[in-house]
């Protein structure tokens, strides 16, 4: 589960705010619990590993977003219809879903996103049809979005750095 101010989450909650023009459908993040009503968009951020060194805090991250509907009450036209209403919020504006991204993000500069892939599915045993796609990121917590910058590290107050580490 993601803490609000890490990158994974804010990623999540970034990319989740680029579907609110997708009408009737239902959008989880990972730090949603419970059961999810159909049709829904479900958002899962991964941070795979830290670019550059080690405590860089520049993470390469993977994200899936899977849409998910009812087999028994929807035709595959509309599901296929809805999918790419969602594809369409990634890239059609014109803007790169970089820019998009980070347009809708505070606390994170992401430097790269990309769709990496595309899984299309049927689950037989839950009578739902679910298609996905994977997002590459990379991506930084902003050091003026979490309140770091405030802090003051001249040599007078060295005490402020225990409070951070």
Request: hydrophobic letters at 40%; aromatic letters at 10%; zero cysteines.
């Given at each position: 589960m993601s803490?609000?101010?890490?990158?994974?989450?804010?990623?999540?909650?970034?990319?989740?705010?680029?579907f609110s023009t997708v009408t009737g459908v239902n959008i989880y993040t990972t730090t949603r619990t419970g059961a999810?009503?159909?049709?829904?968009?479900?958002?899962?951020?991964?941070?795979?590993?830290?670019?550059?060194?080690?405590?860089?805090?520049v993470y390469d991250m993977q994200v899936s977003v899977d849409y998910s509907d009812t087999s028994a009450k929807v035709s595959f036209s509309t599901f296929d219809s809805t999918y790419l209403d969602i594809f369409a919020c990634l890239y059609g504006t014109g803007q790169s879903l970089q820019f998009q991204i980070q347009e809708n993000s505070t606390d994170i500069h992401v430097y790269m996103a990309r769709i990496s892939s595309q899984t299309p599915t049927i689950e037989v045993g839950k009578r739902a049809w679910k298609r996905g796609l994977v997002i590459s990121a990379i991506a930084t917590s902003d050091p003026t979005g979490d309140g770091q910058a405030n802090l003051d590290f001249s040599e007078f107050l060295n005490s402020q750095y225990l409070a951070v580490i």
């Open positions: 803490i609000p101010n890490s990158p994974d989450y804010q990623l999540e909650q970034s990319i989740a705010s680029l999810k009503l159909f049709p829904y968009i479900a958002i899962s951020a991964i941070p795979v590993r830290q670019l550059i060194t080690p405590y860089s805090g």
